[in-house]
C-alpha cells in the first residue's frame, strides 16, 4: 500500500451505551475514527484511532474562510453472511473530490479513500446496526488545517471519517416550506459541492420554517423562485400521474447519490422518470387536478421521505394520504433491499469491506 494505515484501538469500547433499537440521527459515534493529513504536498499519516476530540489551533482557515467539506455514505450487513457493505463508495469519491476541487481543496487518492472506510468498517463492524430502515451512516469529511489569518486557499488539510449507527432521519411524513424569499444556491456558485457552508447559510431560515411547524424547507431557483431544486438534506421528486419528474442537475443541486440510484432502480423496473425543470406553478396545478399522486425526498440520510404537505406564498397543499401511495413505498424497500443484498447487484452497487489491518497493520 502506498497509504499505510496504523491502527490504535479504544481501551474502552462504548457500544453498550447504544439503543439500538432507538438511534436517532447523529446521536451515536462509533469506536473508532480514520484520519489523514495533507502536509508538504502529500497526505500522510493514515490512522486509526479511539474516536474522541482532537487539538487544534482556533486559527486554522476552516473556521473563518469555510474550506470545509463532506460526505454522507451508509454501509449495511450482508443479509446472509453479516459481511460489511459499502453502497457505492466510488460515487461518493468522485463527489467528494468535485467538492474539494470546486473549494480548492485537495483531492482525496482512491487508495486512502476506499482503504479508510474497509479498514475502519473492518474494525466497527459491531456498529452496523440491523434493524429496519437502519444503518452505519458514514461521514468523510475534509477541512483546511493551516493556522495562519489571511485569506487563501490553505496547504494543509485533515480528512476524517467517523461513522455512526442511525435509524430513520425522518421518522414521519414531512412538510416542506417553499422558499418565496431566501436563497440556497446561485448559478456559478458552490450549491453542487457538498461545502459545510452551503448547510450553515441554511440553518437561519430553516429554523423560521420549523418555528412554522414545517421540516424542511423547498428550495427554488435563485434566478426566478420558479423552479424546483432541492431541500438541502434530500433531493426532490414527484409522481405526476404514472411519471416520476425530478429536476435535472445543474450546478446549484447536489447530485444526490440516492436521486441516481433510485432513477436507476426505477427505471429498470419499468418506471418513467423524467430529469427536468419542474416548476412549482406545475407541482400546484397537478396538485389540484389530482394528477399529483406522490412527492418523496431522497438523500443518504433520508433514504426516500414521503411529503404530506407543502406550503407556497402562505397557501397550504395537502398532498394524497401515504397510506395509497405506489411508487415510493415500493422503491424504497427495492433500494433497501439491495443494500443488504437482498437483491442481485445487477449494477455493481456493493462492495464488501477488505481485511486489510490484520495484514497490513498493527492490530
Ligand atoms: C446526507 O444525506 O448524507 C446528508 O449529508 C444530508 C444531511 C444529513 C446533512
Not at 143 to 162: E, P, Q
Not at 209 to 219: C, E, H, P, R, S
Amino acid at each position: 500500500m502506498k497509504y499505510p494505515i496504523s491502527v490504535e484501538l479504544t481501551q474502552k469500547s462504548s457500544i453498550g451505551e447504544v439503543d439500538f433499537n432507538n438511534l436517532v440521527f447523529g446521536r451515536n459515534i462509533s469506536d473508532h475514527m480514520f484520519v489523514a493529513d495533507f502536509t508538504d504536498g502529500e497526505w500522510t499519516d493514515c490512522r486509526i484511532v479511539p474516536y474522541g476530540p482532537m487539538p487544534m489551533s482556533p486559527a486554522i482557515m476552516a473556521l473563518h474562510y469555510g474550506q470545509a467539506i463532506f460526505e454522507g455514505m451508509k454501509a449495511n450487513k450482508h443479509h446472509e453472511t453479516g459481511e460489511p457493505l459499502l453502497f457505492r463508495p466510488e460515487m461518493h469519491l468522485d463527489r467528494i473530490n468535485r467538492s474539494a476541487l470546486r473549494m480548492a481543496m485537495q483531492p482525496i487518492p482512491a487508495e486512502i479513500f476506499m482503504n479508510a472506510l474497509s479498514s475502519l468498517l473492518d474494525i466497527d463492524r459491531d456498529w452496523i446496526p440491523q434493524s429496519e430502515g437502519s444503518a452505519l451512516y458514514l461521514r468523510p469529511h475534509m477541512f483546511a488545517f493551516d493556522s495562519t489569518l489571511g485569506v487563501k486557499s490553505s496547504d494543509t488539510y485533515r480528512f476524517v471519517i467517523m461513522t455512526s449507527p442511525v435509524g430513520p432521519y425522518y421518522p414521519k411524513p414531512i412538510r416542506l416550506l417553499v422558499a418565496d424569499k431566501y436563497v440556497r444556491a446561485f448559478p456559478g456558485g458552490v450549491g453542487f459541492a457538498k461545502a459545510a457552508g452551503n448547510y450553515g447559510a441554511t440553518l437561519a431560515p430553516a429554523q423560521q420554517a420549523k418555528n412554522k411547524g414545517f421540516d424542511q424547507i423547498l428550495w427554488l431557483d435563485g434566478l426566478e423562485f420558479k423552479y424546483l431544486q432541492e431541500c438541502g438534506t434530500m433531493n426532490i421528486m414527484c409522481v405526476i400521474d404514472d411519471t416520476v419528474v425530478t429536476p435535472n442537475l445543474t450546478d446549484t443541486i447536489l447530485a444526490g447519490i440516492t436521486r441516481d440510484s433510485l432513477i436507476h432502480l426505477m427505471r429498470d423496473q419499468g418506471i418513467k422518470v423524467e430529469e427536468r425543470p419542474i416548476s412549482i406553478q406545475e407541482v400546484i396545478e397537478a396538485n389540484k387536478s389530482g394528477e399529483l399522486k406522490e412527492m418523496f425526498g431522497t438523500g443518504t440520510a433520508a433514504v426516500l421521505s414521503n411529503v404530506s404537505e407543502i406550503s407556497y406564498k402562505d397557501e397550504i397543499y395537502t398532498l394524497p394520504p401515504v397510506e395509497g401511495r405506489k411508487i415510493g413505498p415500493f422503491i424504497k424497500k427495492v433500494l433497501e433491499d439491495y443494500k443488504k443484498s437482498l437483491q442481485p447487484d445487477k449494477f455493481n452497487w456493493l462492495v464488501p469491506v477488505k481485511n486489510l489491518i490484520s495484514t497490513e497493520t498493527n492490530k
